[in-house]
């Protein structure tokens, strides 16, 4: 094993000529700033803009989680300057109630809405899926700059909704009813938010689906695809299948709350002592059914793209072939499918009929297994392996250790007697994290440090991306894991002042270590933050494989050409980790170098 550096890698950049505007398929690169930065039609601008979208998100939603740990930690401790900035929910600085219900609300809203999935499935899949297939761009060129501009409002109702009389809505992230239905005018806006940012998703998700199938190279077959396009396939399939359950169900919330209908309102619903004023027919729990059918593959559609990412990134810098390519693929299918069928495991406590509680049980057992065959093959990958520990690999192995306590946590909750009894405390919110943040965010940290030299034609400094790497890891640990004991001892999630309880007063001391560390694990994402724009001028340049990877999007210049290849799309001969192979004396094979002896015409049919 080594710890050499990405220049390490470097290899001569060759000449580039600029693609002729005249061979068939290439249109000429736009001219005015408008079309080539703002309203562009070019697949990897478009990813860059979803990128600088999340990144923006991704410090809101942290900062709302800050807000939420302050009050954890030192719970009624007034923040002086935040009573000038939300003189509703926190006069003279000391946080009500309600305003804490928004945040926590917000911060998860915007975390997996707003900031997870756009820089998983926006960001990395619009720059590197029609690059990874051989494409010179998405099949709807247009509707990828309408799914992207689609979003920019949603994002811009969702802040909004801080500001209206009443504040932001309050019912969590899960928007349960009734208490969606009866609560401030923020949470219309948080369901139109969500029912615009959905049309996006799926515009993006007819994309992607058409670009994968219709537009790959010559000799690029599906299982010569890299595991990244597959799990942003799947995920595409998911988000088509899913997203339209959500819509619909948000469309009856919004008709609820604004024209007097009843599809989630029971009879007898008392508010405030009084009874509400066209309650009757409704069914409460009819929303947890529509939400969770969602709900359960979206944590799929959150954590799938990051598998890619992780299965991308560790053959690069273990220098060898992916452990059972086919079964990855397989196994990604199989999640896929088993997402569906277990949404009822985040219900045990509705009532349900015992005997389909139990059939969400064990399907939800069983969900673990291509999750494990996956985790394996990573360390199949892992072992024996020539190892570089560079920031892409560190955050890549990061990823596969959280999933995995994150993964053994959910086998707990799949058991209904022991999900009945942790459920809604804050083990639930430990799991969750696990999966989410040291899941889909430690992916996209690798996503980022991996992809950013072909994005901006620079490397990111290596060294203070290790310092970033560190301090994550070390502090992301310290405030989740303990999350687990406190929810062990009884301590119930979106809780504002646990101290009230008699049974948690002695948790202060564990609240306020998390939130120091919280702290610390937010400061350190300002290193990542410098890192990223300081690198565009001056990191080193990268040139067009500083990784010596297989996969089609290194052997085209950093960055890529307008629409992607200069000359023929090129023709694919192999599978996308051919590392190490013993009839090479080089320990990479690209997927576009012909085998000895075939010329590129010879292959051009694949």
């Not at 959280?402 to 639930?428: C, E, K, N, Q």
């Not at 969750?432 to 690798?446: K, N, P």
Request: hydrophobic share 50%.
């Amino acid at each position: 094993m080594s710890t050499i550096s990405p220049g390490d890698y470097a290899i001569p950049e060759p000449a580039f000529e600029p693609a002729p505007e005249h061979l068939p398929g290439v249109h000429p690169a736009p001219t005015s700033f408008w079309r080539k930065y703002i309203f562009s039609l070019d697949h990897k601008v478009i990813g860059k803009q979803y990128m600088f979208y999340a990144l923006l998100m991704l410090v809101v939603g942290g900062l709302l989680a800050v807000l939420v740990r302050w009050q954890l930690a030192w719970p009624g401790k007034p923040i002086g300057f935040m009573g000038k900035l939300f003189p509703e929910g926190m006069p003279n600085g000391q946080m009500l109630p309600e305003f804490y219900n928004s945040l926590f609300t917000m911060h998860a809203t915007i975390m997996i809405f707003f900031a997870i999935m756009p820089i998983l499935i926006g960001a990395f899949g619009n720059f590197v899926v029609p690059i990874q297939i051989g494409a010179r761009d998405m099949a709807f060129p247009t509707l990828n700059m309408l799914s992207f501009w689609t979003a920019v409002p949603a994002a811009v109702l969702i802040i909004w909704s801080f500001f209206v009389t009443g504040g932001a809505a309050q019912s969590g992230w899960t928007s349960y009813v009734p208490l969606a239905i009866v609560q401030t005018r923020g949470q219309t806006l948080w369901a139109l938010s969500l029912l615009i940012l959905g049309l996006s998703s799926l515009l993006t998700s007819v994309n992607f689906i058409t670009t994968i199938i219709n537009m790959r190279a010559p000799g690029m077959t599906f299982f010569r695809l890299p595991l990244t396009v597959w799990a942003l396939f799947i995920t595409a399939i998911l988000l088509l299948l899913a997203l339209p359950v959500l819509s619909g169900a948000l469309i009856m919330m919004i008709f609820d709350r604004v024209l007097g209908t009843t599809f989630f309102l029971p009879a007898g619903l008392v508010v405030s002592g009084q009874p509400w004023r066209n309650a009757g027919g409704g069914q409460a729990l009819l929303w947890q059914h529509l939400f969770w059918f969602f709900g359960h593959p979206e944590v799929y559609i959150m954590i799938l793209p990051a598998m890619g990412i992780t299965s991308e990134v560790l053959p690069v810098f273990s220098r060898k072939p992916i452990f059972g390519y086919r079964a990855m693929a397989y196994s990604m299918l199989g999640i896929a499918g088993l997402g569906f069928i277990v949404w009822g495991h985040h219900m045990f406590q509705s009532g349900m009929n015992p005997l389909l509680g139990t059939t969400f049980m064990i399907s939800t057992m069983v969900i673990a297994v291509p999750s494990a065959i996956k985790t394996f093959n990573w360390l199949g990958t892992l072992w024996g392996g020539n190892i570089r520990f560079t920031t892409p690999m560190l955050n890549a192995v990061s990823f596969v250790a959280m999933f995995v306590i994150g993964g053994l946590s959910g086998i707990f909750m799949a058991s209904t007697p022991v999900d009945i009894f942790i459920h809604d405390t804050y083990f639930i919110v430990g799991h969750i994290h696990y999966v989410l943040f040291g899941g889909s965010l430690f992916g996209a940290f690798a996503g980022l440090y991996f992809w950013y030299p072909k994005m901006f034609g620079r490397l990111m400094n290596e060294t203070w991306g290790r310092i970033h790497w560190a301090i994550t890891f070390v502090t992301f640990n310290c405030v989740f894991f303990p999350m687990h004991f406190l929810g062990m001892r009884g301590m119930q999630r979106r809780i504002y002042d646990y101290s009230q309880y008699t049974h948690l007063k002695g948790l202060q001391p564990m609240n306020q270590f998390m939130t120091v560390s919280v702290f610390v694990l937010g400061a350190a994402q300002v290193i990542l933050v410098i890192n990223f724009f300081l690198s565009m001028r001056r990191g080193r340049i990268a040139g067009p494989n500083p990784w010596r990877s297989n996969t089609l999007e290194w052997q085209t210049s950093s960055p890529p050409p307008h629409e992607n290849f200069t000359g023929q799309v090129p023709t694919v001969y192999r599978g996308p980790y051919e590392y190490s192979a013993p009839e090479r004396s080089d320990d990479h094979w690209p997927q576009n170098e012909p085998p000895p002896g075939v010329g590129t015409a010879a292959g051009a049919h694949g």
